[in-house]
């Protein structure tokens, strides 16, 4: 094959995270302000821990995804569930999706 990349790893080692963090830093963040700082206060104090469920879940998604994963169209089984959740969601609400 020409051009491309050599892995240092497996790609069954390298998961879709640690691609993300070495190409744009930390998984998420809001407005560039980290979850622990973020200054929600009174009535809106529970969007802090709906940040952190953001997270979470994302982090479940991209840390448990490797590179071997996504090559081979072998998604892990939570991930899967999800992206079929969304289709359906999508396709209740009239849009089509890929």
């Not at 469920?53 to 569930?81: K, Y």
Request: glycine residues 10%; contains cysteine; hydrophobic residues 40%.
């Amino acid at each position: 094959r020409d051009g491309g990349y050599v892995l240092a790893r497996p790609a069954a080692d390298i998961s879709i995270a640690d691609v993300l963090r070495c190409i744009d830093g930390p998984l998420a963040s809001v407005r560039d302000i980290g979850l622990g700082d973020l200054p929600y206060s009174g009535p809106t104090a529970a969007l802090t821990d709906v940040w952190r469920a953001l997270r979470a879940s994302m982090r479940s998604v991209l840390e448990g995804t490797s590179l071997a994963d996504v090559a081979t169209g072998d998604l892990p089984d939570h991930v899967q569930i999800m992206a079929d959740d969304y289709r359906s969601q999508e396709e209740a609400r009239g849009h089509s999706i890929g």
